[in-house]
C-alpha cells in the first residue's frame, strides 16, 4: 500500500478512512452494536 500524504503550509495528514453519516432520515443511524464494531475495527 502506497502512502500519500497530504500536505498543507502547517500540517501533514494520512487518510486512512473516512466515515460518512447520512443525516436524511431522523432516527439512530449507529447503533449499539454498530458503535462496538467501529471500535474494534479501529482498535479502541
Known sequence: MTT?????????SDLMFHLVCVTKYHRSVLTAESLALIENLLGK
Open 4 to 12: 500519500a500524504l497530504r500536505k498543507e503550509r502547517q500540517s501533514v
